[in-house]
């Protein structure tokens, strides 16, 4: 088990019903945690309408998940 | 200089941020917020980012422009927070020895800004409802957008 910061934006916050939180858990990857969260709280878009970033960076869903890091899931974005 | 703002944006401020001996061409380009969306009276609007990543994306948007188009500067701020219409939502201004390049590295700054920089926006209807862009669902639509 390793330990993550999570933070929440926009559709996700919503869903989620907070900004963030600390979670011990199994996954190993970017992927396997946001499915572990999508089931767990039934967010509403695949993985495959979001993207990952770990401490501040964009990553691949298959990147490693390390203990401590921050991990953001990016719903699709909407500026301008 | 690609940041997000808290507080409404001053074109003429940032206007003179790209004042330079060297630029013949200065162009400009202003995201209002407007009344409608696909045909649904809009009231207002929240936008909401992720700063930390949006700033860093922004600024490789920026380099990026920097690379392709002869450009001397390039700015782009977008704001976050609660918005009415008519508020400025994201201003671009790219200055350039001549017009070619800051027409098109404005183009791009604002284009690459929509498709990759993390912030989202929420609309508020007229009707009560709203909805996060481009979030949308097939199946669980209603139960996605609402809130």
Same mark, same amino acid.
């Given at each position: ?8 934006? /926009?559709?996700?916050? &919503?869903? +989620?019903?907070?900004? =963030?939180?600390? *979670? ?5 990857? $970017? !992927? /396997?945690?946001?499915? &572990?969260? +999508?089931?767990?709280? =039934?967010?509403? *878009? ?5 993207? $990952? !970033? ?27 | ?147």
């Amino acid at each position: 088990m390793i330990t993550v910061h999570i933070q929440y934006f /926009a559709i996700l916050r &919503e869903q +989620r019903g907070v900004a =963030g939180e600390t *979670l011990s858990t199994p996954a190993g990857t $970017a !992927a /396997a945690l946001y499915d &572990e969260l +999508r089931t767990r709280h =039934g967010f509403s *878009l695949p993985r495959d309408r979001v993207r $990952a !970033a770990v401490d501040e960076s964009f990553v691949a869903w298959d990147t490693p998940l390390r203990d401590g890091q921050t991990v953001v899931f990016i719903p699709p974005v909407a500026g301008g | 200089m690609f940041l997000i703002s808290t507080e409404p944006l001053d074109p003429a401020a940032l206007q003179r941020t790209l004042a330079d001996a060297h630029a013949g061409a200065c162009v400009t380009f202003e995201g209002w917020v407007r009344d409608h969306n696909d045909g649904r009276p809009v009231l207002a609007l929240d936008y909401e980012a992720y700063a930390p990543l949006a700033e860093k994306e922004g600024e490789r948007i920026l380099a990026e422009a920097r690379e392709k188009f002869a450009i001397v500067g390039a700015v782009c701020i977008h704001r976050v927070g609660s918005l009415r219409i008519g508020d400025l939502a994201v201003w671009v201004g790219v200055s350039a020895a001549h017009r070619g390049a800051a027409f098109d590295a404005c183009r791009f700054v604002i284009d690459e800004t929509k498709a990759r920089v993390p912030v989202w926006k929420k609309e508020h209807y007229a009707d009560g409802d709203t909805a996060w862009i481009n979030c949308a669902t097939r199946g669980d639509h209603a139960a996605a957008v609402k809130s």
